[in-house]
Nanobody, 119 residues
Framework: QVQLVESGGGLVQPGGSLRLSCAASGFTFRTYVMTWYRQHPGKERELVATITNTGGSTNYADSVKGRFTISRDNAKNTVYLQMNSLKPEDTAAYYC????????????WGQGTQVTVSS
């Protein structure tokens, strides 16, 4: 059974930090590109950060560059999102995605974790 379980969300003051985790099971984690998305109320889901299967390459949305860092531990089947210098506009539901291309593409999603940045 495939599972992606996010954790680490919560309420934080502007300028603060949070570290999100996404624990994967039920599939070969090390072969999947992992991506964090977020969704603001009433808006479409947007890409935040992505990391290749080996962790050798990362990509970020312009809005989070220099503040967020994506990483992964293939031994623990976990991907992380370190979020620093948080802003109120970072408030959103954050989702973990696993993607593998090829002849039979696969996409898996977690249930999301809420991040609220407010004083």
């Amino acid at each position: 059974q495939v599972q992606l379980v996010e954790s680490g969300g919560g309420l934080v003051q502007p300028g603060g930090s949070l570290r999100l985790s996404c624990a994967a099971s039920g599939f070969t984690f090390r072969t999947y590109v992992m991506t964090w998305y977020r969704q603001h109320p009433g808006k479409e889901r947007e890409l935040v950060a992505t990391i290749t299967n080996t962790g050798g390459s990362t990509n970020y949305a312009d809005s989070v560059k220099g503040r967020f860092t994506i990483s992964r531990d293939n031994a623990k089947n976990t991907v992380y999102l370190q979020m620093n210098s948080l802003k109120p506009e970072d408030t959103a539901a954050y989702y973990c995605n696993a993607h593998r291309g090829g002849l039979v593409p696969r996409d898996y999603w977690g249930q999301g974790t809420q991040v609220t940045v407010s004083s």
